[in-house]
């Protein structure tokens, strides 16, 4: 298998074809460096990170594309696995561990793209040849389905990881919702996080096939608070009170499932809920400013809750109406609740009755999602004004494992052992 590097009938990888591929490990090192800077430094060293095209680090105790730093593009695919074999599954995730340590750092699949076997397709598709890492992450999960009989993993699966309840309100396609497998590819070029994916579902030809995807293109919510707040489809300032990468008893307490909670094999991991919730925004773009600030609990311009002037104002709820969205998902309503949200706005054409379809693919990471997201779901479901506005038509759920530690672990490792 090719390093990646120039040489006679060798693909160069992407790194190479920018001229880095001789001081590689120099120039690695100093990516990787400032993929740090992106998950723990200030607003400067984030901006500078995603300018640059940096690698992020795959190998870690978490898996990146948790609680480093959120990159602008989404493409989120889950699978259905086709093989009953579990060798086969885990000789999948090998390879797909291996492919996914190349890509995020820049390098072409396997041989390449070119320069191989004339007579063989080659490993890698080519689309991102010559493009930047892109602080591509490639983050996976494990389904409820892949618990069941086919694989001997009965026993192992998490006691949390149940199906989520139905909601009040919820229009689920079974097309668009559940997988037994999920990989949530993130980068800074969307062309970089497709083909990431492409190339992952390829190598699982046969073993396992995409039974859904979402696209995302821009971030709804960072993990970097000293950054610029993104906005939402709806114009407002989304993930204000997020939690932040940097907080790190934040995170234990609220997204990292720890050795106490079990099972053994998912400490150090998550649990990701994803919804697929379609806006109305030609009626929203009809209503009244007054009324989108109060529906939120906070104004347009600033992001300010209501009756304070800053951004970053600790909100005071009973200013706000009793159903406004803030109100209802702010922790003090729902036992002290708190979710990583790390969603994206998405737009997928227009739905044969001329109006756009598009929304915000929720996702949130956390330690236990009867803690996390259920209770404020049920919440925002019976109460919230948002709701006239808004529609829950894709679901799925995943145990998302510890990260891979180096070269010979592989995603899944513990799962599996
Ligand atoms: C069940 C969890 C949540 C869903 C689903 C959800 C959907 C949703 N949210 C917005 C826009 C905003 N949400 C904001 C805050 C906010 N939302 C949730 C949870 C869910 N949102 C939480 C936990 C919070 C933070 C509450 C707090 O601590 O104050 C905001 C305000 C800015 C911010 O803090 O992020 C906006 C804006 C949309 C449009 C939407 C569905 C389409
Ligand atoms: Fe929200």
């Known amino acids: 298998m090719s390093d990646g590097t120039t040489g006679t009938g060798t693909p160069p990888s992407r790194r190479a074809l920018l001229g880095w591929g001789g001081a590689g490990l120099a120039l690695g090192a100093a990516a990787a460096g400032g993929a740090v800077a992106a998950v723990t430094g200030g607003g400067d060293a984030t901006a500078t990170a995603a300018a640059s095209g940096a690698a992020v680090p795959f190998h870690g105790t978490h898996q990146a594309g948790v609680a480093t730093a959120v990159q602008d593009r989404l493409h989120f695919a889950s699978f259905d696995v086709k093989t009953g074999d579990r060798a086969e599954l885990v000789r999948l995730l090998k390879d797909w561990t291996r492919a996914a340590e190349r890509m995020t750092a820049g390098q ?24 930047k890492p892109s602080r591509l992450t490639l983050t996976v999960g494990f389904g409820p389905s892949v618990f069941d009989a086919r694989f001997g993993l009965r026993e192992r699966r998490p006691a949390a990881l149940v199906e989520l309840p139905a909601f009040k309100g919820d229009n689920l396609d079974p097309a668009r919702s559940g997988g037994d497998l999920c990989v949530q590819a993130c980068a800074d070029d969307p062309q970089v996080a497709v083909h990431a994916i492409r190339n992952l579902a390829r190598i699982g030809f046969g073993k396992v096939a995409v039974r859904w995807s979402q696209l995302g293109f821009g971030k709804t919510s960072s993990t970097t608070p000293e950054e610029q707040t993104p906005r939402n489809m ?103 609740a708190r979710m990583l949200r790390r969603g994206y706005s998405f737009t997928d054409g227009t739905d044969g009755l001329g109006r756009l379809d598009a929304g915000l693919f929720f996702l949130a990471y956390q330690r236990d999602v009867a803690k996390g997201f259920v209770p404020v779901q049920r919440s925002l479901a019976a109460s919230d004004v948002l709701n006239e506005y808004i529609q829950h038509v894709g679901s799925a759920l995943y145990a998302i494992p510890p990260g891979v530690r180096d070269e010979d672990d592989w995603w899944g490792r513990a799962l599996f052992s």
């Open 108 to 131: 072409a699949v396997g041989e390449g793209a070119y320069g191989g076997l004339a007579e063989a397709p080659p490993d890698d598709t080519g689309e991102a040849l010559g493009l």
């Open 234 to 336: 709806m114009g407002f300032k989304d993930g204000t009170r997020n939690i932040s990468g940097t907080d790190t008893a934040a995170l234990d307490e609220h997204v990292w499932v720890s050795g106490k909670d079990g099972p053994a094999w998912l400490a150090g991991g998550s649990y990701l809920v994803a919804r697929r919730i379609r806006m109305n925004v030609e009626t929203w773009d009809r209503t009244p400013l007054q009324e989108q600030e109060d529906i939120f609990g906070r104004d347009k311009g600033e992001g300010a809750p209501v009756g304070r002037a800053r951004e970053r104002d600790e909100p005071f709820l009973p200013a706000m109406l009793p159903t406004a969205h803030v109100r209802l998902a702010h922790p003090d309503s729902n036992g002290g």
